[in-house]
């Protein structure tokens, strides 16, 4: 066996020996072997030290370098075989296929992000030349590229251990940026997490990376998760889970005498707005798919439909039957930790007993530890009395909004906080009554889409998985896609300095045969 309960520092392998974290069997709720030994206040100092000294060397290599990094972390992940598969099926409960595919989405986004990095564009570079006769003052020589910020604290999501956690998109983007990172194990996950810290680790040694590129800690009180954040070495952070979690790392962020940006992904309910002819013409159809992203995943997905917005009437009622019945045929599904599933269960019974909401469906029966589904409906008054209603549920529950009209739709919609995604279920006869939704949407979420559900997150360029708060902590980014990148980069302006104290992606003779806006024009580089 490859996991020995052990974190890494820099070149270092070797056991914690602050208290000990165990990882549970989801399924059963009991513990796995081995013990996990948490980071002492001396490990998360020399991890920032090393992090803090690899920075400049790190940043300073060739974007080839980087690149061939990231691919040989992905080759490396593979080469764990069913040892990975099989350990992060038991911690997480989720499914073989389900993982295997996250393992594949995971060196997929390490092998976008080295694309990235072969194409350069993320630099931004710019070139306003001088203009020595302009009248009545000469302009100054300006060039602009991106550098990466410095070392970046990373806390990955239980639901995603392998996507969004040690190397996922965040580890990803921020080691594409040019930034170290210092990673904290999910403690829902500790033996996925090792291993795939030695898969990184396997790489940097290959790619001959300096020690201190990535560094691996488990916390055994969260008090190095939090130190973590205060450090002044660290830079950056790139957290997904609860509001609270992300919120309580933000404020140690705030406070600190340097602040620093928290990119975190956080709570977010997805509405979902079914519009009168898409109902009208397929509300059957509408409720398959709606139970079927419901149920994914436990419905332990950020872009789960927690919510649904639609006007009452013969076409609704017929998509709640359709969804009762869909619901009714799907069995409960093991939660990622027995804490989680005690926070649906809790949420649930606040929505079942709560005097506006009607319980409409219900999934199969579940036992132990395992999520049982759940619709409620309420009506838009109740909703809007009560701003519990909005609060994430995490898991497979969702609630339906039942509107007089579409004034009441927007209405419902003019109330929502910020929102990772909205989903729109439209025919053509609907168009009209959209169009004035959608500057409101535009406000409130980060992606928009038509006669689809959010869940499953197409990794590319175009891609936002971000919004506003307390979607993520800064709506102006995404971590996921190739636009990640910008979270972890920061623009420096040269003026007048000579050519041979440039970068080399801001020099006359362009040596990395960059595009380049130059006087403000995208410039292909000369043959
Ligand atoms: N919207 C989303 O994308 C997601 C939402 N969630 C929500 O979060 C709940 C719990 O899930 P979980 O993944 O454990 O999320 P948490 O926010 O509890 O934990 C995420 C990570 O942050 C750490 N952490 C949390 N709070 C603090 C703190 N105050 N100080 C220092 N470190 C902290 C955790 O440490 P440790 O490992 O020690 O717990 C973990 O590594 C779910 O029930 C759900 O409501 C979860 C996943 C995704
Ligand atoms: O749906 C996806 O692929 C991403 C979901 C996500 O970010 C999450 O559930 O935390």
Same mark, same amino acid.
Request: glycine share 12%.
């Given at each position: 066996?490859?996991?020995?309960?052990e974190q890494?520092?820099?070149?270092?392998?070797?056991?914690?020996a602050?208290?000990?974290?165990y990882?549970? /069997?989801? =399924?059963?709720?009991e513990? &796995?072997?081995?013990a996990?030994?948490? $980071?002492?206040?001396?490990?998360? /100092?020399?991890a920032?030290?090393?992090?803090?000294?690899a920075?400049?060397?790190?940043?300073?290599l060739?974007?080839?370098?980087?690149a061939?990094?990231?691919?040989?972390?992905?080759e490396?992940?593979?080469?764990?075989?069913?040892?990975?598969?099989?350990?992060?099926?038991?911690e997480?409960g989720?499914?073989?296929?389900?993982?295997?595919?996250?393992r594949?989405?995971?060196?997929?986004?390490?092998?976008?992000f080295?694309?990235?990095?072969?194409?350069?564009?993320?630099?931004? $570079?710019?070139?306003?030349?001088?203009?020595?006769?302009?009248?009545?003052?000469?302009?100054?020589d300006?060039?602009?590229?991106?550098?990466?910020i410095?070392? *970046? $604290?990373?806390?990955?999501?239980?639901?995603?251990? &392998?996507?969004?956690?040690v190397?996922g998109?965040?580890?990803?983007?921020?080691l594409?940026?040019? !930034?170290?990172?210092v990673? %904290?194990a999910?403690?829902a996950?500790?033996?996925?997490? /090792?291993?795939v810290?030695?898969?990184?680790l396997?790489a =940097?040694?290959?790619c001959?990376?300096p020690?201190?590129?990535?560094?691996? #800690?488990?916390?055994?009180?969260?008090?190095i998760g939090?130190?973590l954040?205060?450090?002044?070495?660290?830079?950056? *952070?790139?957290?997904?889970g609860?509001?609270?979690?992300?919120?309580? #790392?933000? %404020?140690i =962020?705030?406070?600190?005498?340097?602040?620093?940006?928290v990119?975190a992904?956080?709570?977010s309910?997805?509405?979902?707005? #079914?519009f009168p002819?898409?109902?009208?013409?397929?509300?059957?159809?509408?409720a %398959?798919?709606?139970?079927a992203?419901?149920?994914?995943?436990?419905?332990?997905?950020?872009?789960?439909?927690?919510?649904?917005?639609?006007?009452?009437?013969?076409?609704?009622?017929?998509?709640?039957?359709?969804?009762?019945?869909?619901?009714?045929?799907?069995?409960?599904?093991v939660?990622?930790?027995?804490?989680?599933?005690?926070?649906?269960?809790?949420g649930?019974?606040q929505?079942t007993g709560h005097?506006?909401v009607?319980? *409409? $469906?219900?999934?199969?029966?579940?036992?132990?530890?395992?999520g049982?589904?759940?619709?409620?409906?309420?009506?838009?008054e109740?909703?809007? =009395?009560d701003p519990?209603?909005?609060?994430?549920?995490?898991?497979?529950?969702?609630?339906?909004?039942?509107?007089?009209?579409e004034?009441?739709?927007?209405?419902?919609?003019?109330?929502?906080?910020?929102?990772?995604?909205?989903? #729109?279920h439209?025919?053509?006869?609907?168009?009209?009554? *959209?169009?004035?939704? &959608?500057?409101?949407?535009?406000r409130?979420?980060?992606?928009?889409?038509?006669?689809?559900?959010?869940?499953?997150?197409?990794?590319?360029?175009?891609?936002v998985?971000?919004?506003?708060?307390?979607?993520?902590?800064?709506?102006?980014?995404?971590?996921?896609g190739?636009?990640?990148?910008?979270?972890?980069?920061?623009?420096? !302006?040269y003026?007048?300095?000579?050519?041979?104290?440039?970068?080399?992606?801001?020099q006359?003779?362009n040596? /990395?045969?960059?595009?380049?806006?130059?006087?403000?024009?995208?410039?292909?580089?000369?043959?």
């Amino acid at each position: 066996m490859t996991i020995q309960g052990e974190q890494i520092i820099g070149r270092q392998i070797a056991r914690g020996a602050e208290g000990s974290i165990y990882g549970v /069997e989801a =399924a059963t709720g009991e513990k &796995l072997q081995p013990a996990f030994g948490g $980071a002492t206040q001396a490990d998360l /100092e020399r991890a920032c030290q090393l992090a803090d000294e690899a920075f400049d060397p790190y940043r300073a290599l060739p974007a080839e370098r980087r690149a061939a990094f990231l691919e040989a972390i992905a080759e490396e992940i593979l080469a764990l075989g069913d040892e990975l598969i099989e350990r992060c099926c038991a911690e997480s409960g989720l499914p073989r296929g389900r993982i295997e595919g996250e393992r594949g989405r995971t060196m997929g986004q390490l092998r976008l992000f080295a694309s990235v990095l072969r194409d350069g564009g993320y630099l931004d $570079a710019r070139v306003d030349p001088p203009m020595p006769e302009r009248q009545p003052l000469p302009r100054v020589d300006l060039r602009l590229r991106n550098v990466p910020i410095g070392p *970046v $604290a990373v806390f990955g999501a239980s639901n995603f251990p &392998l996507a969004f956690s040690v190397a996922g998109g965040d580890t990803a983007s921020a080691l594409a940026a040019g !930034c170290p990172v210092v990673a %904290k194990a999910h403690s829902a996950h500790p033996g996925t997490s /090792e291993l795939v810290g030695r898969a990184v680790l396997a790489a =940097a040694q290959r790619c001959d990376m300096p020690e201190g590129v990535f560094s691996l #800690l488990f916390d055994s009180s969260r008090r190095i998760g939090q130190g973590l954040v205060a450090d002044h070495r660290i830079k950056a *952070v790139g957290f997904t889970g609860s509001r609270g979690g992300g919120t309580a #790392l933000m %404020k140690i =962020a705030a406070s600190r005498p340097e602040p620093i940006p928290v990119y975190a992904e956080m709570s977010s309910i997805n509405p979902v707005f #079914l519009f009168p002819q898409a109902l009208e013409a397929r509300a059957e159809t509408i409720a %398959k798919g709606f139970a079927a992203s419901l149920v994914l995943g436990a419905g332990q997905f950020c872009t789960n439909p927690g919510l649904v917005i639609a006007v009452e009437g013969p076409a609704l009622d017929r998509f709640v039957r359709a969804t009762g019945e869909a619901l009714a045929a799907l069995p409960a599904s093991v939660m990622l930790t027995p804490g989680i599933h005690e926070a649906f269960e809790r949420g649930v019974a606040q929505l079942t007993g709560h005097a506006g909401v009607e319980t *409409v $469906a219900r999934g199969q029966e579940g036992g132990k530890l395992r999520g049982q589904a759940a619709f409620f409906a309420v009506d838009a008054e109740g909703f809007l =009395a009560d701003p519990m209603l909005q609060e994430e549920v995490f898991g497979a529950s969702s609630l339906l909004v039942r509107c007089r009209d579409e004034a009441e739709m927007r209405r419902v919609a003019e109330r929502l906080e910020g929102q990772l995604t909205a989903a #729109l279920h439209i025919e053509a006869g609907d168009h009209e009554a *959209v169009r004035p939704l &959608l500057p409101l949407l535009e406000r409130k979420a980060g992606r928009i889409l038509v006669n689809g559900f959010g869940t499953g997150v197409e990794v590319g360029h175009a891609m936002v998985h971000g919004g506003p708060f307390p979607a993520t902590a800064d709506g102006r980014s995404t971590s996921v896609g190739s636009k990640a990148i910008e979270r972890f980069l920061r623009p420096v !302006c040269y003026q007048d300095m000579p050519d041979d104290l440039l970068p080399p992606a801001l020099q006359n003779a362009n040596p /990395e045969r960059l595009w380049r806006r130059v006087d403000g024009v995208l410039t292909q580089p000369s043959a």
